[in-house]
Structure formats: structure tokens, C-alpha cells
């Protein structure tokens, strides 16, 4: 009866408390690994015929690309390379919204590829900032 409620708790407690001790790089990261998982399971329920699945995992992507990487961004402080991300992440929404009303799983493909290079980048800049 509480095991999935617990469960899904439990779960909720984990990725909070890794939210909340994270670096602002740390943060970037989860997002794009976040947007990637996402776009990786649209992609998986596509190729099965799961339209609502896709969707819903379509739909995470997005909120992913437009209310956490593209709201992060600091335009002031940024600059242009702010707001080449920015451009970047209106691209990248576009092509989720494409491949979820064509069912195109070369959409997603460059999608994720064009987040996943972003993310490696950011990656990068969180070992050095780190030091590791």
C-alpha cells in the first residue's frame, strides 16, 4: 500500500539532497543529464510504438531545455555566449516539438547530440572549477 508512495518519497529525498549540496556547475550537469535521459527514453518509447510514454518524455525534455538550462543563463553576465546558448536551446526546443508531432527520430537524435556536446563542455568546466 506505501511502497510505491514511499518509494517514490525516498527517491524524491535523494535527488533533493544532491540538488541541494551541488555546485552551480554540478547543477548545469544534472540538467543536460537529465534532458539527455529523457530524450533517450522518447527515443526508446518511439521505436516501440509508446506515443503517450514518448510524449510524457518529450515533454520532461522541454520543460528541462526551457525552465532549467535556457532560465539559468545570466544574459547580463554572460554576453554573447549567453545568448548563443540561449539561440541554442530555442533551436534544440524546436526540434523536441517537431519530433513529437512527426514522430522523427532523426529530431531527437540531433537534439540529444547537439545537448550531449553541450554538457560534455560543461563538464569539463566542472572538473576544473573542482580541481579534480
Do not use: C
Not at 9 to 31: C, Q
Not at 67 to 83: C, P
Not at 106 to 132: C, F, H, N, P, Y
Request: proline share 1%.
Amino acid at each position: 500500500m506505501y511502497g510505491m508512495k514511499g518509494a517514490a518519497a525516498y527517491g524524491r529525498v535523494g535527488v533533493e539532497s544532491h540538488v541541494l549540496s551541488a555546485s552551480p556547475h554540478k547543477l548545469i550537469n544534472m540538467l543536460f543529464d537529465g534532458a539527455l535521459r529523457q530524450i533517450s527514453a522518447a527515443r526508446l518509447h518511439m521505436s516501440e510504438g509508446r506515443i503517450e510514454q514518448k510524449a510524457k518524455a518529450i515533454s520532461k525534455a522541454l520543460d528541462i531545455v526551457n525552465q532549467g538550462l535556457a532560465a539559468a543563463l545570466d544574459k547580463k553576465q554572460g554576453g554573447e555566449l549567453a545568448e548563443q546558448l540561449d539561440s541554442l536551446y530555442v533551436y534544440v526546443a524546436g526540434l523536441l516539438l517537431k519530433a513529437n508531432l512527426r514522430n522523427e527520430d532523426a529530431l531527437l537524435k540531433e537534439a540529444g547530440d547537439l545537448l550531449g556536446q553541450i554538457g560534455s563542455a560543461w563538464k569539463e568546466i566542472q572538473t576544473e572549477a573542482e580541481g579534480v
